[in-house]
């Protein structure tokens, strides 16, 4: 269930754009996590420079999804298809980077602009979203204020009835 704050700051925002009645943000959508990743930002050279800890994306077939691990982090992540981030580990990496981030991409029929697509959205989010579910997976989404949140895990998505994204 969206927080007070969430529920006040979207009507806000769609008020404002003059859309409250098409506002869609507040309501969950069912979807499927086509992406999930942990970037981190660190000093190096007098510079900040991005660094991906971990990505996996789903792609054809689906149970073989693309996944890109930092060298340094290959042996925390031994079934990355299984990723969950414990407390102890986030403060782990919070200590080596700058800034970290937690990234998941939903994909939904009712983001779409057409009715044989789907819309996608990939936007940060908390740990707690990021580990409610795993790329492949069917969940309760939202999107407001550039954050999505997962707000339940339904199982596992059926990959026939992946449409095209729009």
């Known amino acids: 269930m969206p927080s007070r704050r969430d529920v006040l700051t979207t009507i806000s925002a769609c008020a404002a754009g003059g859309a409250l009645a098409g506002c869609s943000a507040l309501a969950a959508v069912g979807g499927y996590v086509e992406k999930k990743e942990i970037v981190g930002t660190r000093r190096q050279n007098g510079g900040l420079r991005d660094e991906t800890v971990i990505s996996v994306e789903l792609r054809e077939p689906a149970d073989d999804p693309l996944v890109s691990v ?35 991409g939903v994909c939904s029929p009712d983001w779409s602009k057409g009715s044989d697509s789907v819309g996608c959205y990939t936007a940060p989010t908390g740990r707690d979203d990021f580990n409610r579910a795993q790329v492949g997976d069917r969940v309760r989404a939202s999107y407001s204020n550039s954050k999505i949140r997962i707000r339940s895990n339904e199982g596992t998505w059926d990959a026939s009835g992946r449409k095209k994204r729009s």
């Open 70 to 104: 930092a060298e340094r982090w290959v042996e925390r992540f031994p079934d990355p298809k299984r990723m969950e981030i414990s407390e102890t580990f986030d403060d782990r990496l919070r200590d080596e980077y700058e800034t970290l981030g937690y990234v998941v």
